[in-house]
């Protein structure tokens, strides 16, 4: 009985034209979803790797000496005990390489082996006894989601976005929105894990372990969250629940009493979230409950901004913007911003009461229907993608995301808008990125990387020069927030968005970080798995030092902390001065005369 419910399926896996990364990409005749890994060499060798965006956050390449693509766990051993044998540093890669910090370089200077995930995404198995589902590391979210709900199962949390392979959601630490139950993160729903790790000459060079919730607790939470250190996840087992559908509403209200709704808005909704548009004063409330499977309703999500978009509208987009940070006027951001939000909210943003029409809310629809949405990585036509995609001079951004306490939400929402008073049109910027993300998480139960507290995310999409030496407008409004996060809020840094800038206290942070570099220590002895950059996030051998790269105009991209104004931008009159709020920030800001704070 127990076997017989066990079903598995191979799932075809999507290919995509080979274009080039953002600086040098024609802005027209490109337009697919871009690979994140190319190599010119023969058998995948003198390979780069990118982003999604296409453009790290030191804009500078990561060159690997090989790419792989295992297919099976046999692949995946053999992949390793090679690199292993070499004493090559490795890093494993999703298909699409959504995270934003330099995580999948390989690092070695170039020798690096790369391992990517994009052909090993074969199997799901579901146990419908056990409700469980056990699947390949470079499975895509959606798909889980979806072949799961075909056996009346389902995911409670995960990311909105959908193209997200499961081992990178557990990488970072991904989440969705909810401080109900075990809360929104991914990696509180694993319960096993399969991992292929560094072995001895005598053992091959590489071994399968497994980590079984109850048996290896100590190593599963290193694993559960992991930036990819400790070894290569091979396959993940889910605590899955009955499936069940949703009723959604969005509020749009004024923002007045946002410090003290936020928190009821947690407490009063399963999966609820807000969106904060600053500098117009609106916040949009999602109310989101669960309610019967017999409740009518086959309501989708299939949000806008990750639907496909053209690559002459990305591009006239952002020339648009670009005309706006010339002239120096934010006030026509907050207006277009305004014009943008006001016609979203008429088409309800992507959603749909029945797969094709918004009629209006409430939606209710199937938790896989609900949960997330996507499509723009799928090529469907010449010049099509995501905004993102860097196959047209379109959208460029920072994004800065934290989580900051409960007990601390109240006080950071009052900095903001003390922020705002001072400066209206400061937070235009946001408008036009769909405003200030704000969703919940739980205290994690155990993942030594995980949630430190019951806390609120806050995700701050902004533009971004193509040019690093450009300051933008009110470049210090954003850079006092996120150091307001940082170091008066003690906010947590999402592992896999930020700039630098934003992880110089993360190894404080995490109480357990001494037992998760044990286990690293332990299964990655030589540290084959770790690159530069998570020794600097972890602060391995006290490379978090090393974080801040100090340089003529750094502190514009987030590779430092101005201390000095050339650190900014002096030739185009901006100095680093004081915040304005918390006077012991230091920013970069725009003072024609060079002598006013
Ligand atoms: C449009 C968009 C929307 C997003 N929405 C959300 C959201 O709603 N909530 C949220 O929390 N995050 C969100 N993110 C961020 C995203 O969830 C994380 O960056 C995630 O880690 C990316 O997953 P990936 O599959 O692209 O993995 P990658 O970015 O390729 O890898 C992430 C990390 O996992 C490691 N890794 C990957 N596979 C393995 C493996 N098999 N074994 C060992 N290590 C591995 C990599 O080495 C790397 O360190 C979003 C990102 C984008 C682009």
Same mark, same amino acid.
């Given at each position: 009985?127990?076997?017989?419910?066990?079903q598995?399926?191979p799932l075809?896996?999507i290919t995509?034209?080979?274009?080039?990364?953002?600086?040098?990409?024609d802005?027209?005749?490109?337009?697919?979803s871009?690979?994140?890994?190319?190599?010119?060499g023969?058998?995948?060798?003198?390979?780069?790797?990118?982003?999604?965006?296409? %453009?790290?956050?030191?804009?500078? !390449?990561c060159?690997?000496?090989?790419?792989?693509y295992?297919?099976?766990?046999?692949e995946?051993?053999?992949?390793?005990?090679?690199?292993?044998?070499?004493?090559?540093?490795m890093?494993?890669?999703?298909?699409?390489?959504?995270?934003?910090?330099?995580?999948?370089?390989?690092?070695?200077?170039?020798?690096?082996?790369l391992?990517?995930?994009?052909?090993?995404?074969?199997n799901? %198995?579901v146990?419908?006894n056990a409700?469980?589902?056990t699947v390949?590391?470079g499975v895509?979210?959606?798909?889980?989601f979806d072949y799961?709900?075909?056996?009346?199962?389902?995911f409670?949390?995960?990311?909105y976005?959908?193209?997200?392979?499961?081992?990178?959601?557990?990488?970072?630490?991904? =989440?969705g929105?909810?401080?109900?139950?075990?809360?929104?993160c991914?990696?509180?729903? %694993?319960?096993?894990?399969t991992?292929v790790?560094?072995?001895?000459?005598?053992?091959?060079?590489a071994? %399968?372990?497994?980590?079984?919730s109850g048996?290896?607790?100590? !190593?599963?939470?290193?694993?559960?969250?992991?930036l990819?250190?400790?070894?290569?996840?091979?396959?993940?087992t889910?605590?899955l629940?009955?499936?069940?559908?949703?009723?959604?509403?969005?509020?749009r209200?004024s923002?007045?009493?946002?410090?003290t709704?936020?928190?009821?808005n947690?407490?009063?909704?399963? *999966?609820?979230d807000?969106?904060?548009?600053?500098?117009?004063?609106?916040?949009?409330y999602?109310?989101?409950?669960?309610?019967?499977?017999s409740t009518?309703g086959l309501g989708?999500?299939n949000?806008?901004?990750?639907? =496909?978009?053209?690559?002459i509208?990305?591009a006239?987009?952002?020339v648009?913007?670009e005309?706006?940070?010339?002239?120096?006027?934010?006030?026509?951001k907050?207006?277009?911003?305004?014009?943008?939000?006001?016609?979203?909210?008429?088409?309800g943003?992507?959603?749909?009461?029945?797969?094709?029409?918004?009629?209006?809310?409430?939606i209710?629809?199937?938790?896989?229907?609900?949960?997330?949405s996507g499509?723009?990585?799928?090529p469907?036509?010449r010049?099509?993608?995501?905004?993102?995609?860097?196959?047209?001079?379109?959208?460029? *951004?920072?994004?800065?995301?934290?989580?900051v306490?409960?007990?601390?939400?109240?006080?950071?929402?009052?900095?903001?808008?003390?922020l705002?008073?001072?400066?209206?049109?400061?937070l235009c910027?946001?408008?036009?990125?769909?405003?200030?993300l704000?969703?919940?998480?739980?205290?994690?139960?155990g993942?030594y990387l995980?949630?430190?507290?019951?806390?609120?995310?806050?995700? *701050?999409?902004?533009?971004?020069?193509?040019?690093?030496?450009?300051?933008?407008?009110y470049?210090d409004?954003?850079?006092?927030?996120?150091?307001?996060?940082?170091?008066?809020?003690?906010?947590?840094? =999402?592992w896999g968005?930020n700039r630098?800038?934003?992880?110089v206290?993360?190894?404080?942070l995490?109480?357990d970080l001494?037992?998760?570099?044990?286990?690293? !220590?332990?299964?990655?002895?030589?540290?084959?798995f770790?690159n530069?950059?998570?020794?600097?996030?972890?602060?391995?051998?006290?490379?978090?030092?090393?974080?801040q790269?100090?340089g003529p =105009?750094?502190?514009?991209?987030?590779?430092?902390?101005?201390?000095? !104004?050339?650190?900014?931008a002096?030739?185009?009159?901006?100095f680093?001065?004081p915040g304005?709020?918390?006077?012991?920030a230091?920013?970069?800001r725009?003072?024609?005369?060079?002598?006013?704070s």
């Open positions: 009985m127990y076997y017989r419910n066990r598995s399926i075809e896996p995509s034209q080979p274009t080039a990364g953002i600086l040098d990409s802005p027209f005749s490109l337009g697919e871009n690979p994140v890994v190319s190599c010119t023969t058998g995948n060798t003198s390979c780069l790797v990118y982003s999604t965006y296409g %453009v790290w956050p030191d804009r500078r !390449d060159t690997a000496a090989k790419a792989v295992p297919t099976t766990e046999q995946l051993l053999a992949a390793v005990a090679e690199g292993v044998k070499n004493g090559q540093k890093r494993v890669v999703s298909k699409y390489s959504h995270s934003i910090p330099k995580l999948v370089c390989p690092g070695g200077n170039g020798a690096g082996l391992i990517s995930t994009r052909d090993y995404n074969k799901i %198995v146990d419908t409700r469980t589902a390949d590391a895509l979210i959606k798909d889980i799961v709900s075909s056996y009346g199962l389902a409670p949390h995960s990311p976005w959908d193209g997200l392979s499961i081992s990178g959601v557990l990488g970072t630490g991904a =989440h929105s909810s401080t109900w139950g075990k809360g929104s991914v990696y509180e729903y %694993v319960i096993a894990m991992m790790v560094p072995a001895s000459a005598e053992e091959g060079y071994k %399968v372990i497994n980590l079984v048996v290896a607790d100590g !190593d599963l939470n290193a694993a559960k969250v992991s990819g250190v400790l070894g290569v996840i091979s396959r993940v889910l605590q629940e009955p499936q069940f559908k949703r009723k959604v509403s969005k509020v209200t923002d007045s009493d946002l410090e709704q936020i928190i009821v947690a407490n009063e909704n399963e *999966f609820g807000i969106t904060w548009f600053p500098s117009l004063k609106i916040a949009i999602r109310q989101d409950n669960r309610v019967p499977v009518k989708t999500n949000f806008t901004g990750f639907q =496909h978009q053209l690559a509208i990305r006239t987009t952002r648009l913007e005309e706006d940070e010339a002239d120096g006027d934010a006030r026509h907050c207006e277009t911003s305004e014009v943008q939000l006001n016609i979203l909210c008429l088409i943003e992507g959603w749909t009461n029945n797969g094709f029409l918004f009629r209006g809310y409430p209710v629809g199937y938790q896989n229907s609900i949960q997330t499509t723009c990585n799928i469907i036509a010049n099509f993608a995501c905004a993102w995609d860097p196959s047209a001079k379109g959208e460029f *951004f920072f994004q800065t995301t934290f989580s306490s409960f007990a601390d939400i109240g006080s950071f929402i009052k900095d903001v808008k003390a705002v008073a001072l400066n209206p049109d400061s910027t946001l408008g036009l990125y769909n405003g200030i704000i969703r919940y998480m739980k205290k994690s139960s993942a995980g949630e430190i507290a019951d806390s609120v995310d806050l995700d *701050f999409t902004y533009y971004r020069s193509y040019d690093a030496t450009k300051p933008r407008l470049e409004t954003m850079e006092e927030i996120e150091q307001m996060m940082i170091f008066k809020y003690n906010g947590k840094p =999402h968005k630098p800038v934003a992880f206290n993360s190894a404080t995490y109480p001494p037992k998760f570099l044990q286990v690293k !220590d332990r299964l990655d002895p030589q540290g084959l770790s530069e950059w998570t020794d600097m996030v972890l602060n391995v051998g006290g490379a978090a030092a090393r974080l790269t100090f =105009h750094c502190a514009l991209e987030g590779l430092c902390i101005c201390t000095d !104004d050339s650190h900014c002096p030739e185009a009159g901006y680093c001065r304005l709020v918390w006077k012991d230091r920013v970069c725009l003072s024609k005369s060079g002598v006013t």
